[in-house]
């Protein structure tokens, strides 16, 4: 899923919003533009490591990720009391 804005407009944003005096880290930018705090937007499941993505299997040549478990791979937030029908599949 593409994001909301390049990295130029992230670091834009951070910027304008510490120099107003607001939150402004990646988490802030995340939750400002509806994106899941947990995968950072990205849908899949970091490494324990935080280097790369949790691996659980292959289909073919394509590796296949461990959904977040947050927001069930969409990389957005959900909204409270409701479940993302895909929660749990791998992507």
Known sequence: MKKPLSLQEMKE?????????????????????GLCVTCLGGGVTYNDNGLGFKVVGMDGDTQLFEQCPVCGGTGMLQ???????TQGQNV
Do not use: I, K, V
Request: net charge positive.
């Open 79 to 85: 909204s409270s009391g409701t479940q993302n029908p």
């Open 13 to 33: 944003w951070r910027t304008r919003e510490a120099d107003a005096g607001r939150p402004s880290s990646f988490a802030d930018l995340c939750r400002a533009f």
